[in-house]
């Protein structure tokens, strides 16, 4: 039992020491408004709302803000997010992704950040995310 105890401790110590970052975030996804094409294309207003947890034990929640449009079963958007963690620091991230509809990659650039979440400013992170019933599951991973 000890054995299996010190196993469990020395990979959450690495978790916890690593030089990534990751994140893995649900939420749920609004369109305030939405222009639709003849083709079927469109261009919509996105708000999103959702809680987070990180690889070194902070979670929160987050709330964005943006667009995006579709053309031709294609995705192209940009979200601003707000978000708070467990000890009340902050960071603000844009989100960017020009992929198919319904999931993809993209990248996350730190805008600012308090506290903890000073050394992100400036880096560049890549995320996934898939979208279902109306909802959201999202993972990125950055290196520190």
Request: charged fraction near 20%; hydrophobic fraction near 30%.
């Amino acid at each position: 039992m000890q054995y299996i105890t010190i196993i469990y401790i020395f990979f959450l110590s690495t978790a916890l020491l690593s030089d990534d970052y990751i994140i893995q975030w649900n939420g749920e996804l609004k369109y305030s408004q939405t222009i639709r094409y003849p083709n079927d294309s469109t261009y919509k207003i996105i708000q999103s709302f959702g809680f987070w947890e990180d690889n070194k034990g902070y979670y929160g929640k987050q709330n964005c803000l943006g667009w995006s449009k579709n053309f031709d079963k294609s995705e192209t958007l940009e979200v601003n997010c707000e978000a708070i963690d467990n000890d009340g620091d902050k960071f603000w991230v844009i989100l960017e992704r020009d992929s198919e509809i319904g999931a993809g990659i993209g990248n996350a650039t730190y805008l600012a950040g308090s506290g903890k979440y000073n050394k992100l400013i400036g880096k560049t992170c890549k995320y996934a995310v898939n979208y279902s019933q109306g909802g959201f599951f999202y993972k990125q991973k950055c290196k520190l």
